[in-house]
């Protein structure tokens, strides 16, 4: 029997909750600004690499979003395709423990660990514009931040276990190729649990023209480039989104900065893998309240001045190392604060698709993607300052980002003298 409208929407906002969490759950394994960070400095002694790692997490995503956007059209029924893709890579993170357990190691064991992370990320990208396509149908605008945040706390939550898991992992006496057999393999049996929840999710019937030529990638960017000069409204927010970006581009180099100028221990470094769970499960109360109550505008200021703030706990960071203080209390701030903040993202993204014609939603959503491809290696950038010049330039680009994202979001947004229009200003939420 065919499922109601309500139906839907109902039995979504549940299974979306549950999905997100057992693969943002997963991810708390593969937890870039720590877990990830340790482990390509073991194995290759490089902060680059770390970098690396989470510029192809961003990169492969925006590329799986953008060959996905050439023949979304031609998919009848986009919860099946998002469920096949959902299956078939989900478990990738498993392929890691037998290798490990078989002696591979060093600059070998992060190339093909980078591999399998890129793979991953690039059938996400595809099953995000799926996912946001299906959440968009079923659900009314106020519910779709208030799952995304539900998602995040209760991961989070998930993530207090992940993370004193992780940490006892760490402090044993086992081999660094056993420690992250161990992680890597939970990461993958969560997300595959996760693949078994996507082929529950379902959707409402919507166009298709499956008989429709996919478009060339020139053809395709010839129809994203009128979006972005016809919609000042969406020109803003991406902007705004840019320069947002760039204040979370210290994240996977925080704790290496522990290790290499904090003085830190490997009890205190075991800490901070917790730092990540609880700035998550913060952003899941906070931005599901903030979504709600005050709108995507707020939501977008409050995220650039957060920015700002992880700047200046970085900067005190740097300036309590060199007096000789513990860093400790000040980068577990700064790692929690970009972590709650790594989430705010939903309100440039949620903000853009209330403002655009739901028939060229997709196209939108994959317009950003394109459009924030560069940003995505800023993480990789940030490693490569830090070892070439320091940390401190990196710290300042974040700062002098945060402060000009406050201006615009403040200007265009919540000024009575913005020149946009009411409409792209406070859309219903």
């Not at 010839?222 to 705004?240: K, Q, Y």
Request: with cysteine.
């Amino acid at each position: 029997m065919a499922l109601t409208n309500q139906q839907i929407a109902t039995r979504n906002s549940f299974l979306m909750v549950l999905e997100g969490t057992l693969f943002w759950a997963g991810l708390s394994f593969l937890e870039g600004n720590t877990v990830i960070s340790v482990f390509m400095d073991q194995t290759t002694g490089s902060a680059a690499m770390a970098g690396l790692a989470a510029t192809l997490k961003s990169g492969m995503f925006i590329v799986g979003q953008f060959i996905l956007g050439m023949f979304v059209h031609r998919i009848r029924i986009q919860s099946h395709f998002m469920a096949i893709v959902g299956c078939l890579s989900r478990p990738l993170m498993l392929l890691m423990v037998p290798l490990l357990l078989g002696g591979l190691s060093g600059q070998a064991a992060a190339w093909v660990f980078l591999v399998l992370y890129s793979l991953l990320f690039f059938a996400d990208g595809m099953v995000g514009l799926c996912w946001n396509e299906i959440c968009a149908r079923t659900l009314a605008p106020s519910r779709r931040g208030e799952v995304i945040a539900l998602q995040q706390t209760f991961s989070g939550l998930v993530g207090l276990v992940s993370g004193a898991v992780i940490r006892q992992v760490f402090a044993s006496e086992i081999t660094m190729q056993q420690q992250f057999a161990i992680i890597f393999g939970l990461s993958g049996v969560l997300t595959t649990l996760d693949a078994v929840i996507l082929c529950l999710i379902r959707d409402r019937k919507h166009a298709s023209h499956p008989d429709m030529k996919p478009l060339s990638p020139a053809r395709y960017m010839t129809t994203l480039v009128p979006l972005i000069s016809g919609n000042p409204g969406v020109r803003r927010v991406l902007l705004a989104r840019a320069l947002y970006l760039l204040t979370l581009m210290s994240a996977p180099i925080n704790i290496l900065f522990g290790i290499r100028q904090g003085g830190l221990n490997a009890a205190q470094q075991a800490t901070l893998v917790f730092m990540p769970v609880i700035g998550q499960i913060i952003a899941g109360v906070l931005w599901a309240r903030v979504s709600k109550r005050l709108g995507y505008p707020i939501m977008m200021l409050m995220a650039e001045a957060l920015g700002i703030a992880c700047a200046l706990l970085n900067l005190l960071c740097m300036w309590m190392a060199r007096m000789g203080f513990s860093v400790m209390i000040p980068l577990s701030l700064a790692m929690i604060l970009v972590s709650l903040n790594t989430s705010a993202y939903l309100a440039f993204q949620n903000h853009m698709v209330v403002i655009v014609p739901e028939d060229k939603r997709a196209l939108y959503l994959v317009l950003a993607s394109i459009l924030m491809a560069p940003l995505s290696l800023a993480t990789y950038f940030a490693g490569l300052i830090s070892e070439q010049f320091g940390f401190l330039p990196v710290y300042l680009i974040m700062l002098a980002a945060g402060v000009c994202g406050v201006i615009l979001i403040y200007r265009n947004f919540l000024s009575p003298n913005s020149p946009l229009p009411e409409s792209d200003r406070r859309a219903e939420i």
